[in-house]
C-alpha cells in the first residue's frame, strides 16, 4: 500500500523503510513539532517584584471596582460568592465597554474600556534574539547566550499568573488552546539537512504544515517515529539557510517566517526578521527557539477572544499594544509588531512526500529507552 492511499488517516506507524536517494555524504532529519508557546523565563519575584496582578482573586476585585463597587464592597462580594460573581455581576463586568453609549462586550472591544495598566517584566532575563531594536532600556540579557536581546512580548505578558510556567510546562492559556486543537488540526513539520549534522558546517533548515493532525502516545505525549506525509503547499513552506556551531543550530538573519495554524490557538505564526537557536538532545529531539517581530493583535486575539481563567485579557491586550516595538502605522504611529520568542520542540518522525517518497528520516539510533516516562 503506498502513502497516497493512505491520506484518508490520520498518521501513519513508522516501520524500517530503504532509502536510495539520499547522497551518501549528506543528511536529512525529520521532526514533527510537539510542543510550541510562548518563551518563558521564571524568576517571579525580580520580574515583577510589585506582585501587582495577582491572579483571579485580584482580577475581581479590580473587575468590579470598575464596574463602580468600592474596595471594601469587592472584597465583601467575592468573599460571599462561592464559584462565581453570580449572572447579573458578571454579565455587568463583560459588558462594560461603552460603544456609541450602549453597553458592549469588553473582550470584543477592549480599546472602549480603561487600561487597567498590568505590571509588566522589569526583571534582567528572558530568551530571545537581537533584533536591532534601537531602544537600549527594551533589551534583555538572554540567560544562556548572554547577549542583548529584543522581548517585547514577554515584558508584556511575563507578571500575568498564567506565564507562571517552566518547560515541560506550557503557560495556561496556550496549553489548553494546543491540548484542543492538536489531535484535529494539521501539525508541522522540521526537516533539517546537512553533510554531517553531528559537526559543525552549513545546513538547510524546511518548514512546512503538514496533512494530518501528530498522533499521540499511551501517555497523551506526541508520539516519536511516526510518518507524516507533507503538505505540498507553498503558504507554509519555509526554507532557511543557517549552520551549526558548537553544537547550536542558527538560521541566516533577515528571514521571513509564516505558517498556517488554527484558532483557538494562534491564527498563525508569522515572524518577520526570524531567527531561530536550535540543538539536537541526546534523546533525540530538537529543542530550542523561534524569534522575531510578530503581530500584537494577532497575539491578543488569543486570550480575547476565550478568556482565560485569572488572565486579565484586557490588561494582556493595552500591555501588548504599549509595548509593540516594531512597525509603525503611517497614520496613527502605532507599531503594529511586537517582538516575541517562542520555545519548540520537535519530534523525530519520518516525512514523506504526497507520492510516498520518504523524504526525511529521525536518527534511529538516539531512539530513547523511556519514551512513556516523558
Request: net charge negative.
Amino acid at each position: 500500500m503506498n502513502l497516497a492511499k493512505l491520506l484518508t488517516r490520520t498518521a501513519l506507524v513508522a516501520v524500517p523503510l530503504c532509502l536510495s536517494s539520499a547522497p551518501s555524504m549528506a543528511e536529512t532529519r525529520g521532526y514533527v513539532i510537539g510542543w510550541f508557546s510562548t518563551a518563558t523565563y521564571n524568576d517571579f519575584h525580580a520580574n515583577c517584584p510589585q506582585d501587582k496582578n495577582g491572579g483571579g482573586l485580584k482580577l475581581k476585585y479590580r473587575n468590579l471596582m470598575e464596574i463602580g463597587y468600592s474596595e471594601a464592597e469587592a472584597k465583601s462580594i467575592v468573599d460571599k460568592s462561592v464559584v462565581n460573581l453570580g449572572d447579573d455581576i458578571n454579565k455587568r463586568i463583560n459588558t462594560r465597554a461603552r460603544v456609541n453609549g450602549k453597553p458592549a462586550n469588553v473582550a470584543n472591544y477592549p480599546e472602549a474600556v480603561a487600561d487597567p495598566n498590568i505590571e509588566t517584566v522589569s526583571g534582567r532575563y528572558a530568551f530571545g534574539f537581537n533584533l536591532g531594536g534601537k531602544n537600549a532600556s527594551n533589551k534583555f540579557e538572554d540567560p544562556d547566550s548572554h547577549d542583548k536581546i529584543d522581548n517585547q512580548l514577554w515584558r508584556a505578558v511575563g507578571c500575568t499568573e498564567s506565564f507562571r510556567a517552566t518547560p515541560p510546562e506550557q503557560p495556561y492559556p496556550e496549553e489548553l488552546s494546543w491540548a484542543t486543537l492538536v489531535d484535529s488540526a494539521p501539525g508541522w513539520s522540521i526537516m533539517v539537512s546537512g553533510d554531517n549534522l553531528d559537526k559543525d558546517g552549513p545546513v538547510t533548515i524546511t518548514l512546512d504544515r503538514l496533512l494530518q493532525h501528530v498522533e499521540r502516545d499511551a501517555n497523551g505525549k506526541v508520539m516519536w517515529y511516526a510518518t507524516y506525509v507533507v503538505d505540498p503547499s507553498p503558504r507554509s513552506h519555509n526554507v532557511f539557510k543557517g549552520k551549526i556551531e558548537d553544537g547550536w543550530m542558527t538560521i541566516d538573519e533577515g528571514s521571513n517566517l509564516f505558517m498556517l495554524a488554527e484558532h483557538p490557538f494562534y491564527l498563525d505564526i508569522g515572524l518577520r526578521n526570524a531567527h531561530m537557536r536550535l540543538r539536537n538532545e541526546a534523546d533525540g529531539r530538537l529543542t530550542g527557539y523561534w524569534g522575531g517581530y510578530t503581530d500584537w493583535q494577532k497575539f491578543a486575539y488569543m486570550y480575547t477572544s476565550r478568556p482565560a481563567n485569572g488572565a486579565d485579557y484586557i490588561g494582556l491586550y493595552h500591555s501588548l499594544k504599549k509595548m509593540a516595538d516594531a512597525d509603525p502605522d503611517p497614520k496613527t504611529g502605532q507599531n503594529r509588531e511586537i517582538s516575541a520568542t517562542f520555545r519548540m520542540e520537535g519530534m523525530p518522525a519520518y516525512l514523506a512526500s504526497l507520492d510516498g517518497k520518504i523524504v526525511a528520516t529521525p536518527v534511529r539510533d538516539k531512539q530513547p529507552s523511556t519514551v512513556a516516562a516523558k
